[in-house]
């Protein structure tokens, strides 16, 4: 086993050297002061150590799994119709069907209604995905799964054993459970009137991908199914990257058309649009959206999709080249010693104040 090329056995040394010193710390006479200052550095390295230690158990052995079953246990005995109520987007011969899993995911059926043949995104709950399966009457062909993480992959099993002529797409440098197909950045599936291109996404995980469904064959607008890597008003946790990979992945997004649908795979909009309104209070757009928003989960209505212009207009973590954001969070000392934040000091301190933000 190994975390971001970290050999195991590294992990347990320092695991071993970090107990060490707490024990010295709790046996030493000096000044409680001086412990305290201490003990604080210990806490902030251990957390870090203990979250890559959990990270790798729950990405790279059957602990991971055994979690991700709870998790499907606990979100069908609370949610027996899902989390949301969702509402399909129908376009010229294309249908797009959200399926709302687990407690706050979206996994989506994207539908060629006139062959009924259909892809699926991100199945982690092969049951609610099957269920819409057999109500649309539709071939499951394909699985796009957009990285390794359970709440994404855990029905790629089930429902490519239940559907024997299904492939199962994504990244070869993620780890997917049961992938038949690899892609690389820029490959196209194509599936009846369907072409779907996969965009290399890395940050949340090193091969996180992105699928960009072109509206061009069915005179449509073009979606984008983006995983972790971005939802309404914010973004994924950088866990196998840095700041400047997930800023360049963000960076591809914003290549995009302003009309594209965004699919996310987290209902997240509420508390997203809530943080966005503390580092920009006088955002308009964020406050028109943030009241929609509350009209929508009221009624436990989904909120997406969302379009990327709208995105543009209040997601902090697409603004970052903004001087209204940059002025927000202050000055400070930038890579070549001017005033003002890098691009990706700025979103390392968003990700940072979020963090703050969700605890309080």
């Not at 210990?42 to 055994?66: C, D, E, H, Q, V």
């Not at 376009?91 to 539908?111: A, C, M, R, T």
């Not at 796009?144 to 490519?160: A, Y």
Request: glycine residues 8%; hydrophobic residues 35%.
């Amino acid at each position: 086993m190994a975390w971001q090329g970290w050999p195991s056995s590294w992990l347990w040394v320092a695991s071993c050297g970090l107990l060490l010193l707490v024990l010295v710390l709790l046996a030493s006479p000096s000044s409680c002061r001086a412990r305290r200052t201490l003990r604080s550095l210990f806490m902030a390295r251990s957390k870090r150590l203990l979250f890559r230690i959990g990270y790798s158990l729950y990405t790279r052995t059957w602990l991971g799994y055994l979690f991700y079953r709870q998790q499907l246990r606990r979100a069908r005995n609370r949610y027996p119709k899902g989390h949301s109520r969702t509402q399909p987007r129908l376009f010229n011969g294309v249908k797009v069907l959200p399926i709302p899993v687990l407690s706050d995911n979206y996994s989506y059926l994207i539908i060629d209604t006139q062959a009924r043949l259909a892809v699926a995104v991100d199945p982690s709950d092969p049951q609610a995905v099957q269920a819409s399966i057999e109500k649309e009457g539709v071939n499951l062909v394909a699985i796009l799964c957009t990285h390794k993480h359970w709440d994404h992959s855990g029905g790629n099993r089930d429902l490519s054993r239940r559907h024997q002529d299904c492939r199962v797409y994504g990244s070869p440098q993620d780890g997917i459970p049961y992938l038949t197909h690899p892609l690389c950045d820029q490959d196209v599936v194509s599936v009846g009137r369907l072409q779907i291109q996969a965009l290399a996404t890395p940050g949340h995980t090193q091969g996180h991908l992105v699928y960009l469904l072109d509206g061009e064959p069915y005179e449509g607008p073009s979606c984008l199914f983006s995983g972790d890597l971005l939802f309404l008003s914010g973004c994924g946790r950088t866990f196998e990257g840095t700041a400047e990979t997930m800023l360049s992945s963000l960076d591809t997004v914003l290549g995009l058309g302003d009309d594209t649908l965004l699919w996310p795979g987290h209902e997240y909009a509420e508390e997203n649009l809530g943080f966005a309104g503390v580092v920009e209070p006088e955002n308009l757009a964020r406050e028109r959206k943030m009241q929609w928003v509350q009209r929508q989960r009221m009624e436990r209505r989904s909120t997406c999709p969302s379009t990327l212009g709208e995105e543009r207009s209040y997601n902090p973590f697409l603004r970052t080249h903004c001087l209204v954001l940059q002025e927000a969070l202050g000055p400070d000392p930038g890579p070549t010693g001017d005033n003002g934040y890098s691009r990706a000091q700025l979103l390392e301190k968003l990700r940072q104040l979020k963090d703050l933000h969700k605890s309080k």
